[in-house]
Each structure stands twice: as C-alpha cells, then as structure tokens.
C-alpha cells in the first residue's frame, strides 16, 4: 500500500513537472497583441522547462490553433491539450495563429534563450550567437543566469559579451559604462555594430566617449584579425603554388623542359583521389576519413607513371630544343583533357574533405583557420623537405644533379642519363600529382583544373630562379602573400595584373631571378 502511494506521488510530481504551463499562460503566449504576446513569452522563457519549449516551438511552427479562448496544439494529424496533452477534437472552423515578422523574431530569440542551458556545447554557442545578432534587454535576467552557471571558457566570453550588450540598453549609466568597457575587450565583428548602434541612441557625454573608446578598441583589434587573416591567406596560397612549382622546378628548372602539361598531371593526380575516395565509399565506408592517406601515393604513382611515359615516349627525343617540347606538351595537355573529359565527363566531380580536416581553428574573433589549409600548408613544408632530402642527399639527386650540370662527363662516368632523364622527369610529375591530391581538398575537380595554375607555376619557378627550390619557396610565399594584399586593396583581378607587372619589372632588373639559374637550359 505504502509502494503504492509512494508511485501516485511520484507520477503526479512527474505530471505537474511536464505540464507546468498554465491556461493563462497558454493563452498569453497564443492570444491576444503581439506586444502582450511578447510579454507573455519573455516571462514564459526565464522559468521555461521541456513542455513551454516545446509550445514555443509550436508557436514558431505554426502548429497552434486557437477558437475563442481555447488553444489546441497540433500534434501530426491530430490536436491535444497544451495544458494536459490529453487528445481533443479539432474544430472544423479553428483558426491558425498569425505570426508576424516581429512575433517570429521574438520566437527565434526565446527559443535560442533557452537553448543557453543546453547540455550540448554546440546548441549553446548557437544560442549565444543567435542572441547577439538582436541583443533584447528583456533576455538579461536569463543571459545573467546562464552566464554563473556557464563552464565552458569560449561560450562563457561570448555570454559575457552578450550581457555586455544587453547591459547597453539599460536606464543605470554605471550599467552601461560596465558594458562599455567589457565590449572594448571583446574584438568581436559582432561587437562593433552593437556599439554603433548605440552611440545613436546615447543621451549621456561621458558613456558617449567610453562607447568611442570601446569602438576603436575593437576596431583595432578586428583591423589585426583582417591582416592576420590575409597573412594566413597568403601562406595558404602560397603552399600551393609551392607544390604545384615543385615538379616543375625540376621538370624545368633542372631538365630545361617547358612542360605544358604540367597543369593536366596535376589533374591525374586530383582524379587519382577522387577514385580513392570512390573505393573506400563503396568497399570500406568505415574507413572514409582516411582515404586522403592512401590517395597521396596514388596520385604520385599515378602521375608519375603518366610522366615516366611521357618521357619515354616524346620528350627524349626533344632535349635541348625547348620550343619543340612546348609545342608537344601543349599537344599533350590538350589530349589528356580530352581524355579525362571522356572517362569522367565535362563535369567536375566532388571530393570531400575527411571529418578531420573540416571546421576550423578560432584565433581570434574575426579569424579563423580552415583545417584543411592548415593541412595543405604542413603537406607543402614535408613535400618540400622530400624533395630536398631527394635531390640533396641521395643517389638518384646525386644522378640527376650531375646529368644536369654535363651530361656528357656523367655519361663519361657511367650514368645511365637516360634512366636518370626518366627517373627525374617522372618525380617532378608525380609531385605534380600531390600538389593535384591537396588542391582536390580545396577546390573544384574538373579537366581544367590544371589550366588555373600552370601560369602561376611558371611565374613561381622563373622569379625563384630556374632550377633552384629555395628560390622555389621565396618565389610561391612571397607571391601568396604579395597576392592575398593586393586582393584587399585593389580586387582580385588587378592584383593579378599588378602582381604580373611587378614580376616583369624584377625580371627585367634580374634576369636569373632571386637565386642564380644553374641547369642544362643555362648551357643552351
């Protein structure tokens, strides 16, 4: 008997928890002005638990009814009580509540309010966004709430500047001095059109020049943000003209082949990761986000293979004639893309970046580092460090070292220059190939992928200096960077011209580029 009783409390303290809204308060939140309405919701929010947000969300969906002073929810195909949840029939000539565009943004805000007590990190944040965006100083008493029982550092600073914000709006001056000064430190894009906003508005002197001061404050630090971004930008982007210059730097710089398909074996190597990532989707999509580690010696091999007949098959009869090996690989570019186009169609095909390169680094309020870029410019520094170590410190670097300073005393000494020729020729397609793997994760995959960046690569690996890789780096940095500034100033497009005319002026002045041109095509 005693069990008994103790069950009927515990499933009435369990009823009266799940429907705590009141039939007052029903019809408040669903009756009436909107201005009563909204009063009625912001009372509802700060004591909000499981059946208001769900009635609010209702609300939000148009799933409400109401005829005379009764309220029915929608539930599916059928109606219940808000207050009970006990099913009741529809009448036929019940009406839909109307909405209007304030009574829906005070919907959007109410539900991102409660979501502030979210157990999920993700939720919360999103609600804190959503409420800076239409800071509602009716939303502070549970603003204050959630920012003392806040425990995550990052959302906390962001409930900290969202209270700075609401705090802008009171009628205490020491209130909105306080928020001045906690605004100043928040670097926030966000931040500044709340100040702006309110220096409109403001009637008192001395809370006008604390929300100026705030004002520069932030906009210097948004100001540092934007030039680190474009920095970053440019490292970004000079990481992979880097990989794309690398192959050439040998093909060319080293070997004296203007190779014009140098932008198609990048292409290989790009459509060589999309079949990667075709295998493991259909044969091991347990696995996805790994597929980028098999792909990157797939598309070398693929590349290099592609390269190495290539070589065999036109460009050993073409050495020392560098017109000719233009007009060839021009030739070559051109049925590579025809190819491509015929296997895999004129479309481009997606790539998709694995789970671990998505999203990205937050280093300040304004910037963010993409993880994929992150990636890309760590893969461009061990390629380059690759290749150094390649042609540096092994045999075949010694080979091809040698081959291409005089080939006749190398032969005298026994190489085997026309091996070296291939093996030479085939590593600067196949690193071609990596640069192709890395700028699938960034961009589009398509036949003329190649096309956007066999310019850049030549401007790369002449400006560094033929045939040198350090200058190779100096060259592909410094033009990423250079580019990414004059991207802010000018556009895209006059930066591009305007980065061309300076390369011509240096060109003019150096003719050798930053490092002195050592090669075969020097001796021509």
């Given at each position: 008997m005693l069990i008994r009783q103790l069950l009927i409390a515990a499933t009435l303290l369990v009823a009266g928890h799940a429907y705590a809204l009141s039939a007052d308060e029903v019809k408040g939140l669903a009756i009436g002005e909107t201005e009563t309405r909204i009063e009625a919701l912001n009372k509802a929010v700060v004591s909000a638990d499981d059946k208001t947000v769900a009635f609010i969300q209702a609300l939000s969906d148009d799933q409400v009814k109401t005829l005379g002073d009764k309220v029915f929810l929608l539930q599916g195909d059928k109606a219940v009580d808000p207050i009970t949840g006990a099913d009741v029939a529809l009448p036929a000539d019940a009406e839909d509540i109307i909405n209007n565009n304030q009574m829906r943004s005070e919907?959007?805000?109410?539900?991102?309010?409660?979501?502030?007590?979210?157990?999920?990190?993700?939720l919360r944040a999103a609600a804190v966004k959503t409420l800076l965006a239409e800071p509602d100083e009716n939303k502070l008493a549970l603003v204050e709430k959630a920012f003392a029982a806040e425990t995550n550092p990052a959302i906390k600073d962001q409930l900290g500047l969202l209270r700075g914000a609401l705090l802008l709006g009171s009628t205490d001056k020491a209130r909105r001095l306080e928020a001045a000064t906690t605004l100043a430190n928040s670097g926030n894009p966000s931040t500044k059109t709340v100040l702006l906003?309110?220096?409109?508005?403001?009637?008192?002197?001395?809370?006008?020049?604390?929300?100026?001061?705030?004002?520069?404050k932030v906009e210097a630090s948004l100001a540092w943000g934007d030039k680190l971004g474009a920095i970053f930008s440019g490292i970004s982007l000079g990481s992979i003209l880097l990989l794309v210059a690398l192959g050439l730097a040998i093909t060319y710089g080293l070997m004296g082949v203007i190779n014009m398909a140098h932008g198609e074996l990048m292409m290989i190597g790009a459509y060589a990761t999309y079949l990667v990532q075709t295998v493991f989707l259909k044969y091991l999509p347990g696995a996805f986000d790994w597929y980028l580690l098999a792909a990157v010696p797939v598309s070398f091999l693929a590349s290099a293979l592609v390269g190495a007949a290539l070589e065999r098959s036109v460009l050993r009869?073409?050495?020392?004639?560098?017109?000719?090996?233009?007009l060839a690989?021009?030739?070559i570019s051109l049925m590579l893309q025809q190819g491509v186009r015929s296997l895999f169609g004129a479309q481009n095909v997606g790539v998709e970046n694995p789970v671990w390169m998505s999203g990205g680094l937050q280093v300040m309020a304004n910037l963010s580092l993409p993880y994929n870029r992150?990636?890309?410019?760590?893969?461009?520094?061990?390629?380059?460090?690759?290749?150094?170590?390649?042609?540096?410190?092994?045999?075949?670097?010694?080979?091809?070292?040698?081959?291409?300073?005089n080939r006749p005393i190398a032969s005298c000494m026994g190489v085997n220059t026309a091996r070296i020729d291939t093996?030479?020729?085939?590593l600067g397609s196949g690193i071609a190939g990596l640069a192709g793997c890395a700028l699938s994760q960034v961009g589009n995959v398509g036949p003329d992928l190649g096309q956007g960046y066999i310019v850049d690569a030549f401007m790369v690996v002449?400006?560094?200096?033929?045939?040198?890789?350090?200058?190779?780096?100096?060259?592909?940095m410094g033009l990423g960077i250079l580019n990414k500034f004059l991207e802010g100033w000018t556009g895209a497009v006059l930066a591009k011209i305007a980065v061309l005319v300076l390369i011509i002026i240096f060109i003019q002045k150096r003719p050798q580029g930053i490092f002195a041109m050592?090669?075969?095509?020097?001796e021509a």
């Open positions: 919907l959007d805000n109410a539900l991102a309010a409660v979501k502030l007590f979210s157990k999920d990190d993700k906003a309110r220096l409109t508005l403001e009637p008192d002197a001395d809370v006008k020049v604390a929300l100026n001061a705030a004002l520069a009869f073409l050495y020392g004639r560098p017109l000719e090996t233009l690989t021009w030739g992150i990636v890309i410019i760590a893969f461009a520094v061990a390629v380059l460090l690759g290749v150094g170590w390649l042609i540096g410190k092994t045999r075949l670097g010694l080979f091809v070292r040698g081959v291409t300073q093996y030479a020729f085939a002449v400006l560094g200096g033929v045939g040198q890789l350090a200058g190779t780096v100096y060259a592909a050592k090669g075969r095509s020097a």
